[in-house]
């Protein structure tokens, strides 16, 4: 997968197109982001012990990550991204705007 935990990404489609955020959690195996204040819902939670009063929280739900492009930290631009290996033999991830590797 070519997003990350913690990378910034903007969200390119559905009801919070244009909204940026950090990524919380990747889940690969469903292709799936979880993004910091996008794509929240309300949902109700019963009294637990955990919880003991209860109430209406509103959680982040995951998004395709299909739907979101990395924005590059140096540019500050959405970008797509490359892969290149380098002389060390170390895999790093390439941002096509302006060449800085990402990692």
Known sequence: MRIKKGDSVLVTTGKDAGKKGKVL????????VVIEGV????????????????????????LNASNVMLVCSRCNK???IAHKIMENGEKVRICKQCGEALD
Do not use: A
């Open 78 to 80: 959405p970008t797509r």
């Open 39 to 62: 794509n929240r819902v309300k949902k109700h939670q019963k009294p637990s012990r955990s919880l003991p009063q209860g109430g209406i929280l509103k959680i982040e739900t995951p």
């Open 25 to 32: 959690r990747v889940i690969p195996d469903k292709n799936r």
